[in-house]
């Protein structure tokens, strides 16, 4: 069984940086694709990056040239660098499989961006 943990938000003004950590435990970190993913208040969750084992990569279009994804195979763990933050980037975000299983849902990490 997998575990994922989220950590690295915070509070940013607008123009900021943040970055992410999911470190995944409880099994051989063997998922295909990890994929990072928000929530905002009362918007549906949605898919904003996701990287392959192999680093093939793939951006929502919000983020495109602001984030980038990557992942540490050896330290089970993949990342989000946030540059750029914008105010619509606020939400909780999470990481999890891509496509997503519903077992591997974390408690995931706050980011909000405001001046």
């Known amino acids: 069984q997998v575990q994922l943990a989220e950590s690295g938000g915070g509070s940013v003004q607008p123009g900021g940086s943040l970055r992410l950590s999911c470190a995944a435990s409880?099994?051989?970190?063997?998922?295909?694709?990890m994929g990072w993913y928000r929530q905002a208040p009362g918007k549906q969750r949605e898919l904003v990056a996701r990287?392959?084992?192999?680093?093939?990569?793939y951006y929502a279009d919000s983020v495109k040239g602001r984030f980038a994804i990557s992942r540490d195979n050896a330290k089970n763990t993949v990342y989000l660098q946030m540059n750029s933050l914008k105010p619509e980037d606020t939400a909780v975000y999470y990481c999890n499989q891509f496509p997503v299983s519903v077992d591997y849902w974390g408690q995931g990490t706050q980011v909000t961006v405001s001046s």
């Open positions: 409880g099994s051989p970190f063997s998922i295909n694709i």
């Open positions: 990287i392959s084992r192999y680093g093939g990569t």
